[in-house]
Structure formats: C-alpha cells, structure tokens
C-alpha cells in the first residue's frame, strides 16, 4: 500500500488550494473537541477476540459525512496498530489512506486521504490490531479463577483503545457489532444476536442486532466463559408493547449467585417507566457481574456492567451490600433515559446523566423499598458533597472542559450528591408533578440525541412557568461552584414576626475564598408541623426578609424545611437555643441538617470540640440509625487530630461509651434471626466506630473473639470465614490485624490467594490496610500484585492515615513505588493519586511536600492537577483548624 507523508499531502493539497484551508491552524491536532466538519453517521465493529490472547484484531467501518472539502479528518485512536486505512467515496471508489497519531498521548488521530474530497458521505475502513488493555479501559482483559476474560469500559474516553473512532458523546450513531470467537465462549453486546454461525476451524461468528443510536462510550460487549441466568421477561405496559427479555451475566460457576440482583430488576425497570412515561428503548437488558472492573457499574445500554460484589449476593450477604446492589443498579438503569436515551452533547455536562440518575434512584429506592431511608440518603450524600464544595478548588456542576483531564475527573461528587440535590431543590420549589412534566417533555424533545443544560432547564422551565429568575436561580447553581451559607434572625418586634435572610458563601476556618457570592436560593423555613408549618421565598440577593405566616412569634423554626435546600444555615444564638430546645419537633431529614450545620460552625471555627460533641448527646438517642451517627464525623476530626493527651482521649471514649455502647449491646454481635437490615448496618457502624475508631477495649475483645473463629483453619487449610457475622467480618479482621500482625497478615494474604467471593475479598482487603508495624509496608507492596486487582488495589493504600506516623510511612513507600502505582492504575485514576498519596493529612509539611513531589510530574498525570488543589487545599484547612483549637475543650 503505497503511503503519502505528511510532506506530500500537504504539497499536493496547497496546489489545489490557495486559501490552504486545511493547512496551518487546521493541521494542529484538536484536543479537546473533534472539528463539526466530519461526522460520524454509522459503525460496523467486526472483532476477533479471544480472551486466552494478549492481543485482538478487527476491521471497523465507519460511514462519514464530510461536510467540507477536505484533504483529512479528525479521530481517535490509542494503542491501535492500523495496517491498513481505505476510503470508499460516494461513488464506490475505494484507495488507500495514511493513518497518523498526531498526539499520542491524547489518543487523537489523523487520517490523511492523500488528496481533496468534496463534501460526501465516506466510508472509512480500518484493519488493526491492538492489545487488550490492563488498566481496565476500552477492550481489556483479566482473570479470574484461571480463567481470562475480556470486556470493555469506554467511558468517558477509553472506546479510542478498543477501536478508531469519534470518541464523544455529541457523536451518536448506531453500531453493528460483529464478533467472532472460541467456539467455547460466550459473547455478550449492548443488543441480542441476531444470526451466528461456525467456521469449523474452533471459531464462531455473532452478528448482533443494530443498536439504536449510542455514543462511543456506551458500546460494550465482554467475551469469556460467562454463566448466563435469565431473569425472565418484563412484561409489556402502557409504555411498551414488546416484552424485555432480563438476563444476569456471571463469572463462570457464579450463575447462582445473580438472582438476588435480577430479582430487583422488574420494579426498578417499571418504575422508571411510569415516571418518565416512556417504555424501556433498548430491547433486551443483561446486567454483567465484571471480574473486575474501574467503575462501580457502567450503564451501558442493553449490557449494564457492575462490580461483581454488587451482582453476586446469597442469603448470608452483608445488609449494606444487598442495599448497594439496589442502589447502584436503580442508578444505573435510570441511566438508560437520563444517558442513553438522552445523552449530553459534551462533557461539561455530565451532570445531565449522573445528578439525574442518582436523583431518580433516590425517587425509585424511596418508592420501592422505603425502608432503605432514601430520603435520608439524600440529605446525606448532599452534606458529603459540601465538604468537597467548600474548597476554593472544587468544581463547578457545568466545569469548562480543558483537556481530558478535565473530562476524567468530572466524575465525583460535585456533578453526583451536589447535582442530585441541586435538582432536588428545585423540584421541590416548583412542585414534584410540574417538574416530572418538564422531564418527560425533555425525554421526548431530545430522544435518541444529544441536549445540553439550557435545554433540561428550559423544559422544567416551560412546565413550571416561572420564567428567567428560575432559570439565573438553576444556572446560579450548576455555573458557580461553592455551597451558600443562609444566616437567619427572628425578629418579633413589630406587629408580624419577621425573618432576616443573609446570604454568602460558606468557608472553612483558613480558606483564601472570597465569601461574597450570590445564588438564588429557595429557602423553606418550618415554623410548626405539617405543610401548613412551612414557607418559602426565593433568596436572590444578598439580604431578604420573610414575613412568616400565623401572626404570633413562633417558638422556633428550622432554616432549611426538609433539609431540601442545597445551603448551610447559621442562625442568631437565641434562635439557635430555642431550636436545641425542640429539636424533636423536627423530622428525621431536618435533624440531619441540624448535625451538617454543627459540623459545618466547628470547621469554621465559630465553636470548639465541646460544643460540637453536644451534638452527640443531642442526636445519639435518636432511634434512627442515620441521625444518631451524624455526628460521628466530627467525634472522628477530633479524635484523629486535636485529643493530644491520654486525659483527653479518655474523655472522648468516655463520651462515645456512654452514647453508643448501650445500643450495640443491645443489638449484640451476632446475627438474629428475622433482624432489619438497619439494625445489621446500626451493628457494623457502632462496632467499627467503637471497637476500631476509639479502640472501646470490650468492642475489641468480643470482635477479636469472632475473629479468632473466622481464622481457623479446616481440613482443606481454608480460613473458617463463614463462621463470623457477615456484616462484621470487616471489623472483626481489622481487630485481630491490629492485635496479632504477621499471622493474620499471612492467613488473610493467603486465603485472599483462594477465593473469588467478593464480599469476603473486600473485608480481608479493608483489615490488610490496618497491618501494623512492618507489615504495612508488606500489604502495600502486595497491592502491587496480580493476586491483588487494579479495582483493588486503592483499598490497601488507604490505611494509616490517622496519624503522622502512618502516614509519613505510607509517603515513603509511596514515594518509592510511584511508578508502579502510576503504571497499575492508568490515566483514568490519575487524578486520585495525589490523594492516594497524601489524603489525610493536617500539617503544612504535608501538604508542602505533596506538591513538591507532584507538581512537576503533572504533564503526566491527566487530572492530577486538581487532585493535587484539592487535596493540598484539605491539608492546609486541616492545618488552620487544629492550630484554632483548644484541646483542653475536650475535658471540660
């Protein structure tokens, strides 16, 4: 095949051309968006994948509308050994093209046709080969019991090293995938087969169906010797004619264990169905248990990808692992409205797709299993998000894109717990069936296509009728980022009792923010019980009053009715009295606020240790296990770094004893017969808080006791791990790591050498991060083996954190092994490193030497420019706020 250099092509083009519109500028790769003038229409991936290989092949076909003359186009690429690139014009005529890596780190492309095409639509024909990734990107491979797999991750930009593409989501088109394989494998894709056949030779070939149209990094398929369990057939509804056949896709000899999870499957699918009031689009719907896997699940359409401990559960399961498994895959298969039926045009707005379907699964989990406290769930992940929100580096929900480091580290909580609450609140505001009109108007307006923020805004919006103040007040929350602080004071003087509205912008003790900054902000304020005891006014400006309703001064009032409001409060110290007062007038979700808004005046330093563990006495005797753990977080802050002294740390355990140890006593350490999954999880938060946390000598001993069954041996030299409480097989380990050290660190190092259940794995994965002493440093270098997954691995590096001991011990290691670390996880991971390495820490050494370190490896490290901010950003506010405080406060 005769090739043009760069130098050719570009002589024979600028004699055609005197404008030379492809020269110059339009030669320099594009690396944050692929030019318009190229568009991709169709695909046809036809693969050979064998997962026994360390290298697959394929020709993709890709039909194009050239929308310019143009001598070139624009894709991606990564890894991909190309042989050949053909150009099959509009009229048949097929020749020979050049295909260039332009900018191989970013994975961008060119493919130079060798002369000038007019406007057309093209094909473009790729032979290529590549190797299976081990980073758990695009087409990758691992192994599992012996055996090997293969399967893809493509989000967010990974389809570039399974096959040459346009890989963005503004390009959405259908696929024909065509796979050939062993004869003893199965294949699984984003649709059903559609026709197969043999060659005779070992090799089967499977034509599935075409796709409706997806971007890159929803095209998924897996091949390996997969137990495939039917879940049966969804039945059709208003919504849908056609029956979805549900099927669970398992590592080979775990088919049994899927049931659990597809058993959920027909109410979530349903549910989401009759609130959107569009049927489920994409056929048949697998859900894939992933040996191992980056992500916690992938929404691909039609083959939704999950770690396997949230598929693979049995009647001894944990509680919290049961709840995950809904959870996650209530979020994952409201992806497939809020995605994959309508997918963002770029990637600043990823917060079309994960705030959206962690909102609707926090809608879905309330409705069908209410007892999981979604409600709660919510309030709590949107305070979680506040910690992030607070640093001057964190995010904003629509984030400029800059590079694709920009796009790998959209993926936190800014864009999921504060996005989801941002949409909560303004649910709220303008009525729950007013926005659920908006949304299916949304649905409708954008199916099968691309939208972007204006057009979900404009639809809730249109629905509501509210005009442009509603849409300023949602953009003033997606297009800024920081969490606002709404500052109240009750004045009964005159002849209605007013309410004094401020707001700015909350900061920790030692940020550098600038706190002047506006929202608009729908506060609800509860004055009494019911509907009829709460109002609203949209906050806009920097002062308001809110004339409250009834005449009579209340007796209290709560800033935040239903915690629905994405803000922080600080009220007048006499209102604030009077609420401590009756503060069992408020409901579970405004308690939870109540504790946020505690822990949020400690860490600006407007009250001590002491005044914050009131907190404890206050929440702790609540019967509901969320509002009696709030405040542990803060108890956590303060053991970790201001108890300096046996006194003060004695007085701390003292305060935790009396608070939570009755009611683990209660509830014992062993599993009854008939228990709430809440009283499970109540049991493995208390136990791990007590017995781990604040080390309760009692807790321990009788953790250490379950423990010392669990690491008996039978007659086959296997750990006895049944013989624990599931739901404290974490905690127990960690206690029997940190009593006994090398003994348990070789049993739990061996029996993690034997065993694919993935719940066990992860409790003996959590007590290894504890090894004390000169075996921490052995089960950080055993992170860095294959008997250790890359999913894996960051739970063996997250220990010894909480003190400077452990963590300068970890540095160093760290600082030794960091390319072993860097070249195990892959770009996708970059920009958690700097946190892997220094999280944690509370000193201005930390954090100087975190950047040290970090800053001139940037370029390599995609993303890793705001993990080291923000994280550096932690440090320091750490620093500021133990420097504030008095530790003599603990014992008064």
């Excluded at 923010?513 to 609203?536: E, S, Y």
């Excluded at 894996?792 to 160093?812: I, S, V």
């Amino acid at each position: 095949m005769r090739r043009l250099t760069h130098t050719l092509a570009f002589t024979a083009l600028a004699a055609c051309f005197s404008s030379a519109f492809a020269g110059g500028a339009d030669m320099k790769p594009p690396l944050e968006r692929l030019p318009g003038w190229a568009v991709p229409e169709a695909y046809t991936l036809d693969l050979r994948v064998d997962p026994a290989q360390t290298r697959f092949a394929g020709v993709t076909t890709i039909r194009v509308e050239l929308k310019k003359a143009a001598d070139h186009v624009w894709m991606h690429g990564k890894d991909l050994k190309v042989s050949s690139v053909r150009v099959i014009d509009a009229k048949g005529v097929s020749h020979a093209a050049q295909y260039v890596n332009a900018a191989p780190k970013q994975g961008v492309v060119r493919i130079d046709f060798g002369k000038t095409l007019q406007p057309q639509e093209l094909k473009l024909v790729f032979d290529y080969s590549a190797p299976f990734n081990h980073q758990l990107q695009g087409l990758y491979k691992v192994t599992r019991d012996g055996r090997p797999y293969a399967m893809t991750q493509m989000e967010p930009i990974s389809a570039r090293y399974a096959f040459p593409s346009f890989d963005e989501p503004g390009f959405k088109t259908p696929y024909k995938i065509v796979l050939t394989v062993p004869n003893d494998e199965v294949a699984v894709a984003n649709t059903a087969i559609a026709k197969s056949s043999k060659d005779g030779k070992g090799w089967k070939t499977l034509d599935f169906k075409t796709t409706q149209p997806l971007p890159t990094y929803l095209v998924a398929f897996a091949v390996g010797p997969w137990d495939v369990v039917s879940g049966g057939e969804i039945k059709p509804n208003a919504w849908r004619k056609e029956p979805i056949r549900l099927r669970g896709i398992a590592p080979h000899g775990e088919g049994s264990r899927i049931h659990i999870a597809l058993s959920e499957t027909p109410v979530i699918i349903q549910t989401l169905e009759q609130y959107y009031g569009f049927g489920y689009p994409f056929g048949k719907l697998d859900l894939l248990a992933a040996p191992d896997f980056s992500a916690g699940a992938m929404e691909n359409a039609g083959l939704v990808t999950f770690r396997d401990w949230l598929m693979l559960m049995d009647k001894n399961s944990p509680s919290d692992a049961v709840r995950n498994s809904f959870n996650v895959q209530a979020h994952e298969l409201a992806h497939q409205w809020t995605g994959d039926t309508v997918t963002l045009d770029w990637w600043n707005d990823i917060w079309l797709n994960e705030a959206f379907a962690t909102w609707m699964q926090q809608k879905v989990t309330a409705k069908v299993h209410p007892e999981y406290r979604a409600d709660l769930d919510r309030v709590s992940r949107a305070e979680g998000a506040m910690g992030n929100d607070s640093l001057v580096s964190a995010r904003k929900i629509r984030q400029p894109i800059t590079g694709n480091g920009d796009i790998q580290t959209a993926f936190d909580g800014i864009t999921y717990q504060k996005g989801a609450a941002v949409i909560g609140m303004f649910e709220h505001y303008v009525g729950v069936d007013t926005f659920r009109k908006g949304m299916r108007a949304y649905i409708q307006a954008h199916k099968f296509g691309n939208a972007k923020a204006s057009d979900l805004v404009g639809a809730i919006d249109k629905a509501a009728g509210k005009g442009e103040a509603f849409k300023h007040a949602f953009s003033s929350f997606l297009d800024q980022s920081g969490v606002p602080m709404v500052s109240t004071r009750l004045d009964c003087s005159g002849t209605h009792p007013v309410l004094h509205l401020t707001q700015d912008r909350y900061l920790p003790l030692g940020s550098s923010g600038d706190p002047n900054r506006l929202w608009g902000i729908p506060v609800c304020v509860r004055t009494g019980a019911g509907k009829a005891g709460v109002q609203c006014q949209m906050l806009d400006s920097k002062t308001a009053t809110m004339q409250l309703s009834g005449g009579q001064c209340p007796a209290w009032y709560m800033p935040n009715a239903d915690a629905r409001g994405y803000y922080r409060f600080s009220m007048d110290k006499t209102d604030l009295a009077k609420l401590n007062g009756h503060l069992g007038a408020l409901n579970d979700a405004e308690k939870l606020a109540y504790a946020d808004a505690v822990k949020a005046a400690f860490h600006r330093g407007d009250i001590d240790a002491s005044a914050a563990m009131e907190a404890v006495r206050r929440l702790a005797p609540s019967k509901t296990r969320q509002v009696a753990l709030a405040p542990l977080d803060t108890f956590a802050w303060i053991w970790k770094h201001e108890a300096q002294t046996d006194a003060q740390r004695a007085a701390l355990r003292k305060l935790a004893s009396e608070a939570y140890l009755p009611r683990l006593q209660k509830l014992g350490y062993v599993k009854r017969k008939g228990e709430s999954s809440d009283d499970a999880l109540t049991r493995s938060a208390l136990a791990g808080f007590l017995g781990v946390g604040v080390k309760l000598p009692a807790v321990r001993a009788a953790l250490l006791q379950q423990a010392d069954r669990a690491l008996e041996k039978n007659a086959k030299g296997r750990l006895n791990l049944a013989a624990a409480n599931p739901d404290l097989l974490s905690e127990d380990l960690t206690v029997a790591v940190e009593e006994k050290g090398k003994p348990v660190v070789d049993a739990l190092i061996a029996e993690l050498n034997k065993t694919t259940d993935a719940d066990r794995r992860n409790a003996m994965l959590a007590a290894l991060s504890h090894a004390p002493g000169a075996q921490a440093e052995r089960v950080w270098n055993f992170a860095l083996s294959p008997q250790v997954k890359v999913g894996e691995m960051f739970r063996l590096l997250t220990g010894h954190r909480d003190t400077q001991q452990g963590r300068d011990a970890l540095w160093t290691w760290f600082k030794g092994h960091y390319d072993q670390v860097v070249k195990r996880t892959g770009t996708f991971a970059s920009g958690y490193v700097p946190n892997l390495a220094g999280g944690g820490g509370c000193s201005m050494a930390d954090a100087e030497r975190l950047q040290a370190f970090f800053t001139p490896r940037l370029d390599d490290l995609p993303g890793a420019d705001r993990g080291l901010a923000q994280t550096t950003e932690s440090i320091k506010l750490c620093a500021a706020l133990k420097k504030a405080q008095d530790p003599s406060a603990i014992t008064r």
